[in-house]
């Protein structure tokens, strides 16, 4: 059974960070594209970063390039969001995804995505 388990969500303050972990479990990532997605009340689920299977190759959504990084460790399965400068609209709850599929790139569509995480939620104080 695949499990994707995310951790490291919490309160912040404006400003400050946070460092996301996605461990998979059940089979492997490697040479498969990861992705962070997230969702804020009312509003749709929304890619935030992805990293394509080699950790070679990274995207991010406009409104966090430069204050958030993702990375991979494939000898660990596992994927990291770290968060810099959070402001109070990054709140929401988020989500790590796995492709099961090898492919180049980074994937941008939630679609193509067959596994998801349970989510953490991010809430960020002005």
């Known amino acids: 059974q695949v499990q994707l388990v995310e951790s490291g969500g919490g309160l912040v303050q404006a400003g400050g960070s946070l460092r996301l972990t996605c461990a998979a479990s059940?089979?492997?990532?490697?040479?498969?594209?990861m992705g962070w997605f997230r969702q804020a009340p009312g509003k749709e689920r929304e890619f935030v970063a992805g990293?394509?299977?080699?950790?070679?190759?990274?995207d991010y959504a406009d409104s966090v390039k430069g204050r958030f990084t993702v990375s991979r460790d494939n000898a660990k399965n596992t994927v990291y969001l770290q968060m810099n400068s959070l402001k109070p609209e990054d709140t929401a709850v988020y989500y790590c995804?796995?492709?099961?599929?090898?492919?180049?790139?980074?994937?941008?569509?939630?679609?193509?995505?067959?596994?998801w995480g349970q989510g953490t939620q991010v809430t960020v104080s002005s």
């Open positions: 995804a796995a492709d099961r599929t090898i492919r180049p790139g980074v994937q941008h569509d939630m679609r193509r995505y067959d596994y």
């Open positions: 059940g089979r492997t990532f490697d040479r498969k594209p």
């Open positions: 990293i394509n299977g080699s950790g070679g190759s990274t």
